[in-house]
C-alpha cells in the first residue's frame, strides 16, 4: 500500500513539472482588495486598475492631449441644444464571450446603469441628466439628456461606463461581477475575492483605440494580488513577488529610485487636491481673517517635503494642477508667512494674553477640531499642521475617524477642520465640494454666485466659457479662504526594472495594460 | 491575624536579577515623574529640516519620519506608556478585588455564580475583548486603560479567590468563625490581609500583561490621541520606516520590553520571598 502511495506521489510531481511552463504571469500589487468591483455599480479606483483592460469605452481621452479619442464609437455628434448625443459605432466588435456588440448592447448597459435596482455608486451619477438611450440604427445609438450636460463624454471615457456584454450580465445576474465579461485587450478569466484577479490576453482584440500602441496584448497573463497594508508593497516589490506595485509610500519610492533594478513611474491625478476644508458655519472658522490666517500659517513646501518626502507637488488651489480648468493664478495666493498670520489673528482679536502659547479671545482659547481619515497621510498631515500652528498660537484637537464617521462629521458641519481628496478629469468635479446643495460641501458654503457659475459650467459645452466660469470658482475659493490646500495627488508605483512601457490613462489611476512588456 | 510578617526565605534585594528589574522600575518612574519637563525639545515639535535622522549628537535617538526628536517622544512616552497601565491596574484591583473576595471567602453558590462569569470571559480572547470596550466606551487613553483593567479583571478575581480559598482553611479562620465573626469581617480582616503580599506579587506580573495590551490598543490608534508620544504609538508610527529609520520603532520598543521584563522579575522576586521554607 505505502509504495503505491508513494508511486502516485513521485508521478504527481512527474506529471505537474510537465506542465507547460510558457509564461510567467505578470504580478499587479493592488492597494485594497474592495468589497464589489463591478465597475457599473461599485466605485472605488482599485476596481478600475485591472478592468479597464477588460472593457471598451464608447470613447477615450487622451492623456496627452486631454481630447476625446474614438473608441466602440467611430464618431458622434452633438445636437445643438446639448441633449441629443449621436454615436455611430464599430461593427466588427465581439465580446469575449461571442456576444456582438451593437447598438442594442449600448442600450442595455445604459438600462442597467440607471436602473434603480441595481443602486449604482458611482456610475449612474456619471451620467448626470440622463434620460433614456435609443436605438437608431443596428450600430446607430442616441443617448438623450434633460439638460445640456458638460461632463457626459468625459464619464463616458471611463471605465464606470464601460460596456459589458448583455448575454453575460443576464446569465449570471447577481454574481455577474465574479463572470465578468467585456470586449476589451484582457478577458476576465478567474477572481477570487480578496485573494486574485486574473486576467488573460484576448487575442482576438482589433478594435484598440488610438491611445493604444498595440494591437493586441504584450503579456500573456496579468495576475492582480491585494497588498493592503503600505508596508508590505515595496518588499513584495523588491523580493520579486510582484512586478509592479501601486501606492508605494513615498519613503520607499524615493528607496526605489534609487535602486538600479526598479523605477517608479509617478502618476499624476487630478481632481481635487488634497486639502483642509474649514467650516464656514463654525466659529472661530466663520471669521474669514483667521481662515487666512491658517493659509498664511501654513508651510506647505515643508508638508510636502516631509510627509511626502517631495514626491507630490505643493496644491495651490481646490484643482490639482494637471486638472483641465486649472488655473495657475490660485498660485499667488497665501505664501507662507507666519508674520502675516499672526497679524491676522491679532486683527481678529485674537491674542495670548495669558503667556501659555495659545491665543484667546474672550478668554476662549482658539483651538480648532481636526478629524482626519487613517488613509493618505492624513494623520501625518494633521500632526504636521497641528506643530506648524502651535508656533502661532493656535491648538489643534485631532482624531483619526472612519470614512462612514467623516462623512457625517462633515455633512453636519461638526468639524473645525476635515481633509478630503477625490480624482476627477473633469472640472466639473468642483460642484460636488463648493455648491451650496453638495454632499461634500465640507466648508458649508452658501454662495448663491458660485451656484451659479457652477451650474452653468455643467451646461456649457463651449471650452472657452467654462474655462473662464471654473477659473471664478477657483479665484472665490481661494478669496474666501474656504480650502487649505495641501498637495496634488501623486499615485506613485513601484516598477521593476523588467517591466517596461507601463503608462497611465487620463485619470492617472488607470494603467494602460495592453501596451505593458515583462522581459522574462 | 496577619502571619506574613514570619522571615522570608530570600529578602527581595538578595535576588540580584530582582534587584536589577525593581531599579529598573523605581528608575523608569522616577524619570517619567521628573525628567519630561527638563528636555529641550518638545515632543511634538516637527522640524522639516530635520527628518529621519539617525542617532547622533543633537539627536541622541534620532528623529522620526516628521521630524520630531525620538530621545523626547521616548521619555514623555514614558509618562503615557506608565500612567495608563497603572490607572489599568486599579481598575483591575477595583473590580477583581471584591469578586475573587467574595467567592473565596464565601464560596457556595456565590463562588459558582461568579466563576463561571469569570470562566466565560477568561475564555474570550483578551485584546478581542478590550476592543469590544474600547468600541464601546470610545477611542482615548482613559478608555484603553478602563479596557485593558477589565480584561486584566477576571484573572486577578481567580487568583485572589484561590488564596483566600487556601486562607480560609486554616486554623485561625475557623477560629474566627467560632467565636461568631460574621463573613464580611472575616473576609476583610483576616483574610485580604494574609494575601495581600500574593497579591502584590501577582499584580506586578500583571502590570507587564497590561502594559503589553494597552501598546497592543495604541499601536492600532485606539488609545492616545493623534501625535502623543505613547510607546505602542511610536512603534506602530515607526513601522513604515523599519528600512529607512529602524530607530524610531527600536527605542520604543526595547523600553516597552524591559519594562515589561522588569515588571514580571519583580513579580516572580516577590513571590520567590514570600515562599516559607
Known sequence: MRYILLVLVLLTFLLTSCAPQTHQPLVYGLTLAPSGIDPHVNASSELGIPLSSVYDTLVYQDPATGEFVPGLAQRWDVSEDGLVYTFYLRDDVTFHDDTPFDAEAVRFNLERITDPALASQKAAFMLGPYARTEVVGEYEVQIHLSEPFAPLLDALSQVYLGMASPTAVEEWGDEYQLHQVGSGPFVFAEYVPGDYLLLRRNPDYAWGPSIYQHDTAQVEEIRFEFFTDPATRSPALETGEAHIMGEIPPQDAVRLTEDEGFYVEAAAIPGVSLMMFMNTTRAPLDDPLVRQALLYGTNRAAIVSTAFRGTSPVAYGPLAAVTRGYDPAVEAYYPYDATTAAALLEQAGWVDADNDGVRERDGEPLTLEMYLMGWGYMPEVGQLLASQWAEIGIAVQSEVVSYPEALEIGAEGRHHLIPFNLSGSDPDILRKFFHSQASFNWAHIDDAEMDGWLEEAARTSDETRRDALYRQVQLRVMDQALVLPIRDYVNLNGVSGSVSDLRFDAQGWFPILIDVTLEE | ?277
Open chain 2, 1 to 277: 491575624m496577619i502571619e506574613w510578617t514570619a522571615r522570608a526565605r530570600r529578602p527581595l534585594l538578595r535576588q540580584p536579577v530582582t534587584a536589577l528589574a525593581l531599579a529598573w522600575l523605581v528608575l523608569l518612574v522616577l524619570e517619567t515623574l521628573v525628567l519630561p519637563p527638563l528636555l529641550p525639545t518638545d515632543p511634538r515639535f516637527a522640524d522639516p529640516a530635520q527628518v529621519l535622522l539617525p542617532p547622533a549628537a543633537g539627536h541622541v535617538l534620532g528623529t522620526d519620519a516628521l521630524g520630531r526628536d525620538v530621545l523626547s517622544r521616548l521619555v514623555w512616552g514614558g509618562r503615557w506608556t506608565l500612567g495608563m497601565a497603572m490607572a489599568a491596574l486599579v481598575v483591575t484591583f477595583v473590580l477583581g478585588l471584591p469578586v475573587g473576595l467574595a467567592a473565596g471567602s464565601l464560596g457556595g453558590r456565590v463562588d459558582a455564580l461568579t466563576m463561571r462569569v469569570v470562566d466565560a470571559l477568561l475564555a474570550f480572547p483578551a485584546l478581542l475583548l478590550a476592543m469590544v470596550v474600547v468600541a464601546i466606551l470610545g477611542t482615548g487613553l482613559l478608555p484603553v486603560a478602563v479596557a485593558v483593567g477589565i480584561t486584566a479583571a477576571p484573572a486577578h478575581a481567580r487568583m485572589v479567590r484561590s488564596v483566600a480559598l487556601e486562607i480560609r482553611s486554616r486554623p485561625y479562620i475557623d477560629a474566627a468563625r467560632s467565636v461568631g465573626c460574621p463573613p464580611l469581617r472575616i473576609a476583610l480582616r483576616h483574610i485580604l490581609p494574609n494575601a495581600a503580599p500574593v497579591l502584590i506579587a501577582f499584580a506586578t506580573t500583571q502590570l507587564g500583561w497590561i502594559l503589553i495590551n494597552g501598546a497592543a490598543l495604541n499601536f492600532l490608534g485606539l488609545g492616545a490621541p493623534l501625535g502623543t508620544p505613547e510607546w505602542g504609538a511610536m512603534l506602530a508610527e515607526g513601522r513604515g520606516y523599519l528600512r529607512d529609520g529602524p530607530w524610531i520603532s527600536v527605542f520604543p520598543g526595547l523600553a516597552l520590553t524591559l519594562t515589561v521584563l522588569a515588571a514580571h522579575l519583580v513579580g516572580n522576586g516577590i513571590e520567590e520571598a514570600l515562599k516559607r521554607d
